[in-house]
Protein backbone atom coordinates (compact mmCIF):
# COMPACT_ATOMS: atom_id res chain seq x y z
CA UNK A 1 0.00 0.00 0.00
CA UNK A 2 1.07 2.85 -1.34
CA UNK A 3 0.88 6.60 0.65
CA UNK A 4 2.08 9.70 -0.28
CA UNK A 5 1.99 12.09 2.80
CA UNK A 6 5.55 13.81 2.00
CA UNK A 7 7.68 13.60 -1.12
CA UNK A 8 9.87 11.38 0.64
CA UNK A 9 7.72 9.31 1.21
CA UNK A 10 9.78 8.28 -2.42
CA UNK A 11 12.69 6.67 -2.35
CA UNK A 12 15.21 8.70 -4.51
CA UNK A 13 14.65 5.82 -7.47
CA UNK A 14 11.08 5.81 -6.92
CA UNK A 15 10.67 9.32 -7.20
CA UNK A 16 12.91 9.36 -10.41
CA UNK A 17 10.78 6.54 -11.90
CA UNK A 18 7.66 8.63 -11.28
CA UNK A 19 9.24 11.65 -13.31
CA UNK A 20 9.84 9.41 -16.09
CA UNK A 21 6.12 8.00 -15.68
CA UNK A 22 5.10 11.87 -15.84
CA UNK A 23 6.59 12.04 -19.04
CA UNK A 24 4.95 9.39 -20.64
CA UNK A 25 2.74 9.51 -23.31
CA UNK A 26 1.19 6.30 -23.43
CA UNK A 27 -1.00 6.07 -20.02
CA UNK A 28 -1.56 2.51 -18.34
CA UNK A 29 -5.17 2.46 -17.69
CA UNK A 30 -4.58 1.26 -14.02
CA UNK A 31 -8.14 3.27 -13.07
CA UNK A 32 -9.97 1.34 -15.89
CA UNK A 33 -13.69 0.89 -14.01
CA UNK A 34 -12.33 2.58 -10.97
CA UNK A 35 -12.84 5.59 -8.62
CA UNK A 36 -10.46 7.90 -6.96
CA UNK A 37 -12.44 10.01 -4.06
CA UNK A 38 -10.77 13.28 -3.85
CA UNK A 39 -11.67 15.16 -0.90
CA UNK A 40 -11.09 19.51 -0.39
CA UNK A 41 -11.04 21.41 2.79
CA UNK A 42 -9.57 24.29 1.18
CA UNK A 43 -10.22 25.55 -2.08
CA UNK A 44 -8.00 24.24 -5.23
CA UNK A 45 -8.28 25.30 -8.97
CA UNK A 46 -4.80 23.56 -10.16
CA UNK A 47 -5.06 20.47 -7.77
CA UNK A 48 -8.77 19.52 -7.94
CA UNK A 49 -8.27 19.72 -12.04
CA UNK A 50 -4.72 18.07 -12.30
CA UNK A 51 -5.96 14.98 -10.28
CA UNK A 52 -9.60 14.68 -12.36
CA UNK A 53 -7.52 15.10 -15.55
CA UNK A 54 -5.17 12.24 -14.35
CA UNK A 55 -7.82 9.80 -13.45
CA UNK A 56 -9.71 9.99 -16.42
CA UNK A 57 -6.29 9.75 -18.38
CA UNK A 58 -5.65 6.72 -16.68
CA UNK A 59 -9.71 5.07 -17.09
CA UNK A 60 -10.61 6.05 -14.06
CA UNK A 61 -13.48 8.49 -12.38
CA UNK A 62 -12.67 11.23 -10.21
CA UNK A 63 -15.20 12.18 -7.67
CA UNK A 64 -14.53 15.37 -5.88
CA UNK A 65 -15.80 15.49 -2.32
CA UNK A 66 -16.49 19.20 -0.29
CA UNK A 67 -15.55 18.19 3.54
CA UNK A 68 -17.90 20.32 4.83
CA UNK A 69 -20.51 18.88 2.70
CA UNK A 70 -19.66 15.31 4.35
CA UNK A 71 -18.53 17.06 7.48
CA UNK A 72 -14.99 15.50 7.93
CA UNK A 73 -14.28 14.93 11.93
CA UNK A 74 -18.07 16.67 12.46
CA UNK A 75 -20.71 14.38 10.70
CA UNK A 76 -18.88 11.56 10.87
CA UNK A 77 -14.40 10.73 11.94
CA UNK A 78 -11.70 11.03 9.04
CA UNK A 79 -11.47 7.61 10.02
CA UNK A 80 -15.04 6.30 9.36
CA UNK A 81 -15.04 8.85 6.00
CA UNK A 82 -11.85 6.96 4.78
CA UNK A 83 -13.12 3.13 5.23
CA UNK A 84 -16.79 3.90 3.46
CA UNK A 85 -14.67 5.62 0.33
CA UNK A 86 -12.70 2.54 0.53
CA UNK A 87 -14.90 0.60 -0.37
CA UNK A 88 -15.98 3.12 -3.49
CA UNK A 89 -12.51 3.82 -4.75
CA UNK A 90 -9.16 2.67 -5.73
CA UNK A 91 -7.28 5.73 -3.79
CA UNK A 92 -8.44 8.75 -1.57
CA UNK A 93 -6.43 12.02 -2.17
CA UNK A 94 -7.47 14.90 0.20
CA UNK A 95 -6.58 18.78 1.08
CA UNK A 96 -6.83 19.19 4.47
CA UNK A 97 -5.60 21.74 7.24
CA UNK A 98 -4.02 19.62 9.57
CA UNK A 99 -1.54 17.38 8.47
CA UNK A 100 -2.33 14.57 11.12
CA UNK A 101 -5.98 14.26 9.12
CA UNK A 102 -3.89 12.50 5.86
CA UNK A 103 -1.96 10.78 8.50
CA UNK A 104 -4.82 9.51 10.11
CA UNK A 105 -6.38 8.25 6.34
CA UNK A 106 -3.20 6.70 6.02
CA UNK A 107 -3.95 4.62 9.45
CA UNK A 108 -6.65 2.79 8.03
CA UNK A 109 -4.36 1.61 4.95
CA UNK A 110 -7.60 0.21 2.83
CA UNK A 111 -6.70 2.20 -0.05
CA UNK A 112 -3.56 4.40 -1.33
CA UNK A 113 -4.10 7.77 0.27
CA UNK A 114 -2.27 11.34 -1.79
CA UNK A 115 -1.71 14.12 0.31
CA UNK A 116 -3.05 17.33 -1.86
CA UNK A 117 -1.91 19.65 0.30
CA UNK A 118 -1.47 20.21 4.26
CA UNK A 119 -0.43 22.53 6.44
CA UNK A 120 2.83 20.45 6.74
CA UNK A 121 3.36 19.30 2.68
CA UNK A 122 2.52 19.64 -0.99
CA UNK A 123 3.75 16.67 -2.49
CA UNK A 124 2.01 16.64 -5.50
CA UNK A 125 3.16 20.04 -6.19
CA UNK A 126 7.03 19.21 -5.29
CA UNK A 127 6.72 16.44 -8.35
CA UNK A 128 5.49 18.95 -10.75
CA UNK A 129 8.09 21.20 -9.55
CA UNK A 130 10.86 19.05 -10.37
CA UNK A 131 9.51 17.94 -13.23
CA UNK A 132 8.89 21.50 -14.61
CA UNK A 133 12.75 22.11 -13.51
CA UNK A 134 14.12 18.57 -15.63
CA UNK A 135 11.91 19.35 -19.01
CA UNK A 136 14.25 23.36 -18.63
CA UNK A 137 17.38 22.16 -17.45
CA UNK A 138 17.74 18.45 -18.21
CA UNK A 139 17.90 17.25 -14.44
CA UNK A 140 17.98 18.86 -11.18
CA UNK A 141 21.07 17.32 -9.83
CA UNK A 142 23.88 20.78 -9.63
CA UNK A 143 20.54 23.15 -10.04
CA UNK A 144 20.37 25.89 -7.59
CA UNK A 145 16.91 26.97 -6.58
CA UNK A 146 15.96 30.02 -4.57
CA UNK A 147 12.84 29.55 -2.89
CA UNK A 148 11.86 33.52 -1.75
CA UNK A 149 9.29 34.11 0.90
CA UNK A 150 7.24 32.16 4.07
CA UNK A 151 9.08 28.92 5.00
CA UNK A 152 6.01 26.73 4.61
CA UNK A 153 3.97 23.52 3.26
CA UNK A 154 5.39 23.59 -0.22
CA UNK A 155 9.36 25.37 0.59
CA UNK A 156 9.13 21.46 2.72
CA UNK A 157 7.86 19.72 -0.14
CA UNK A 158 10.18 21.35 -2.59
CA UNK A 159 13.08 21.44 -0.43
CA UNK A 160 12.98 17.74 -0.32
CA UNK A 161 12.48 17.27 -3.87
CA UNK A 162 15.38 18.86 -4.98
CA UNK A 163 17.58 17.36 -2.34
CA UNK A 164 16.52 13.90 -3.58
CA UNK A 165 17.12 15.04 -6.54
CA UNK A 166 20.97 16.46 -6.25
CA UNK A 167 20.16 20.10 -6.46
CA UNK A 168 21.00 23.08 -4.21
CA UNK A 169 18.10 24.68 -2.39
CA UNK A 170 18.09 28.32 -1.22
CA UNK A 171 15.44 29.99 1.28
CA UNK A 172 15.20 33.75 1.98
CA UNK A 173 12.75 33.88 4.04
CA UNK A 174 12.70 36.93 7.52
CA UNK A 175 13.84 35.36 10.44
CA UNK A 176 10.94 35.11 12.34
CA UNK A 177 9.40 32.89 9.02
CA UNK A 178 12.25 30.63 8.50
CA UNK A 179 12.81 26.88 9.04
CA UNK A 180 14.07 25.32 12.54
CA UNK A 181 16.13 23.10 12.84
CA UNK A 182 14.19 20.38 12.96
CA UNK A 183 12.64 21.36 9.11
CA UNK A 184 16.40 22.06 8.05
CA UNK A 185 17.48 18.96 9.44
CA UNK A 186 15.00 17.25 7.89
CA UNK A 187 15.63 19.03 4.34
CA UNK A 188 19.64 18.36 4.62
CA UNK A 189 18.75 14.44 5.69
CA UNK A 190 18.38 13.73 1.92
CA UNK A 191 22.41 14.22 1.34
CA UNK A 192 20.91 18.05 -0.66
CA UNK A 193 22.70 21.18 -0.05
CA UNK A 194 20.33 23.83 2.05
CA UNK A 195 20.93 27.00 2.36
CA UNK A 196 19.44 29.92 4.45
CA UNK A 197 19.40 33.56 4.07
CA UNK A 198 17.16 36.18 4.95
CA UNK A 199 18.78 38.58 1.98
CA UNK A 200 16.78 37.47 -1.13
CA UNK A 201 19.26 38.91 -3.10
CA UNK A 202 22.03 37.15 -1.87
CA UNK A 203 19.65 33.52 -2.65
CA UNK A 204 19.35 35.08 -5.89
CA UNK A 205 22.73 35.13 -6.94
CA UNK A 206 23.94 32.76 -9.24
CA UNK A 207 20.52 30.53 -9.05
CA UNK A 208 19.07 28.63 -11.85
CA UNK A 209 15.10 29.05 -10.11
CA UNK A 210 13.48 32.01 -8.56
CA UNK A 211 10.69 30.08 -6.81
CA UNK A 212 7.69 31.89 -4.94
CA UNK A 213 4.94 30.99 -3.16
CA UNK A 214 1.55 33.39 -1.51
CA UNK A 215 2.87 35.29 2.33
CA UNK A 216 0.13 34.07 3.40
CA UNK A 217 -1.34 30.64 3.25
CA UNK A 218 -4.96 29.04 3.25
CA UNK A 219 -6.18 29.17 7.02
CA UNK A 220 -3.64 32.25 7.57
CA UNK A 221 -5.84 35.44 6.55
CA UNK A 222 -6.38 36.46 10.10
CA UNK A 223 -2.00 37.20 10.09
CA UNK A 224 -2.76 39.06 6.15
CA UNK A 225 -2.36 42.66 7.67
CA UNK A 226 1.01 41.63 9.59
CA UNK A 227 2.35 38.93 7.39
CA UNK A 228 2.55 41.82 4.36
CA UNK A 229 4.87 43.54 6.45
CA UNK A 230 6.82 41.39 7.65
CA UNK A 231 7.67 40.25 4.12
CA UNK A 232 7.61 44.00 2.27
CA UNK A 233 11.45 42.86 1.35
CA UNK A 234 10.42 39.58 0.05
CA UNK A 235 8.62 40.60 -3.39
CA UNK A 236 9.71 39.02 -6.57
CA UNK A 237 9.96 42.18 -8.60
CA UNK A 238 12.19 42.92 -12.31
CA UNK A 239 15.26 44.23 -10.07
CA UNK A 240 15.26 40.89 -8.28
CA UNK A 241 15.15 38.63 -11.45
CA UNK A 242 17.69 40.55 -13.26
CA UNK A 243 19.86 40.25 -10.62
CA UNK A 244 19.44 36.18 -11.26
CA UNK A 245 20.62 36.81 -14.05
CA UNK A 246 19.15 34.14 -16.43
CA UNK A 247 17.05 32.40 -13.68
CA UNK A 248 13.50 31.31 -14.69
CA UNK A 249 10.78 32.12 -12.39
CA UNK A 250 8.01 29.33 -11.15
CA UNK A 251 5.42 30.11 -8.55
CA UNK A 252 2.65 26.93 -7.62
CA UNK A 253 -0.06 29.59 -7.89
CA UNK A 254 -2.10 31.35 -7.07
CA UNK A 255 0.06 34.52 -7.04
CA UNK A 256 -1.19 37.21 -4.90
CA UNK A 257 -0.01 40.15 -8.02
CA UNK A 258 1.49 42.97 -6.28
CA UNK A 259 2.43 41.23 -2.86
CA UNK A 260 4.72 38.02 -3.19
CA UNK A 261 5.58 38.97 -7.10
CA UNK A 262 5.38 41.34 -9.58
CA UNK A 263 2.96 41.03 -12.83
CA UNK A 264 5.58 42.01 -14.65
CA UNK A 265 7.29 38.91 -13.37
CA UNK A 266 5.00 36.32 -13.99
CA UNK A 267 4.39 37.17 -17.10
CA UNK A 268 8.17 37.92 -18.30
CA UNK A 269 9.58 35.70 -20.94
CA UNK A 270 11.46 33.95 -18.00
CA UNK A 271 8.47 33.11 -15.74
CA UNK A 272 7.55 29.40 -16.19
CA UNK A 273 4.64 29.33 -14.55
CA UNK A 274 1.66 27.87 -17.05
CA UNK A 275 4.01 24.95 -17.73
CA UNK A 276 4.11 24.62 -14.24
CA UNK A 277 0.32 24.54 -13.92
CA UNK A 278 0.35 22.49 -16.56
CA UNK A 279 3.08 19.65 -15.09
CA UNK A 280 0.69 19.41 -12.38
CA UNK A 281 -1.39 17.19 -14.08
CA UNK A 282 1.52 15.11 -15.82
CA UNK A 283 2.78 14.45 -12.27
CA UNK A 284 -0.48 13.31 -10.78
CA UNK A 285 -0.76 10.94 -13.87
CA UNK A 286 2.90 9.57 -13.20
CA UNK A 287 2.13 9.11 -9.74
CA UNK A 288 -1.04 7.42 -9.94
CA UNK A 289 0.34 5.29 -12.44
CA UNK A 290 2.90 4.35 -10.41
CA UNK A 291 1.35 4.18 -6.87
CA UNK A 292 -1.55 1.98 -8.68
CA UNK A 293 0.62 -0.58 -9.99
CA UNK A 294 1.73 0.18 -13.02
CA UNK A 295 5.38 -0.15 -11.28
CA UNK A 296 7.58 0.20 -14.86
N1 LIG B 1 -0.71 25.11 -6.59
C1 LIG B 1 -1.89 24.65 -6.14
O1 LIG B 1 -1.94 23.71 -5.33
O2 LIG B 1 -2.97 25.31 -6.62
P1 LIG B 1 -4.48 25.13 -6.10
O3 LIG B 1 -4.51 25.62 -4.67
O4 LIG B 1 -5.32 25.96 -7.01
O5 LIG B 1 -4.82 23.68 -6.15
N1 LIG C 1 1.28 27.71 0.75
C1 LIG C 1 0.04 27.84 0.01
C2 LIG C 1 0.08 26.99 -1.22
C3 LIG C 1 -1.10 27.11 -2.12
C4 LIG C 1 -1.05 26.18 -3.29
C5 LIG C 1 -1.11 27.44 0.91
O1 LIG C 1 -0.97 26.49 1.70
O2 LIG C 1 -2.15 28.09 0.86
Request: glycine share 8%; with cysteine.
Amino acid sequence: MRHLLEIDDLSVDELQHVLALAQSKAPPQVLQGKGMALVFEKPSLRTRNSMEMAVFQLGGLPVYIQADEIGLDTRESVEDVTNTLAGFHAAIGARVFEHSKVERMAEVDRVPIVNLLSDAAHPMQALADALTIIEEFGSVEGRTVAYIGDSNNVTRSLGLAVGMLGGVFRIASPSEYSFGEDDLALLRSTGGTVETMVDPYEAVEGCDVVYSDVFTSMGQEAETAIRLKAFADYQIDGDLMRAAGDAVFLHCLPAHRGEEVTSEVVDSPASRVWKLAENRMHAARGYLAFALGEMS
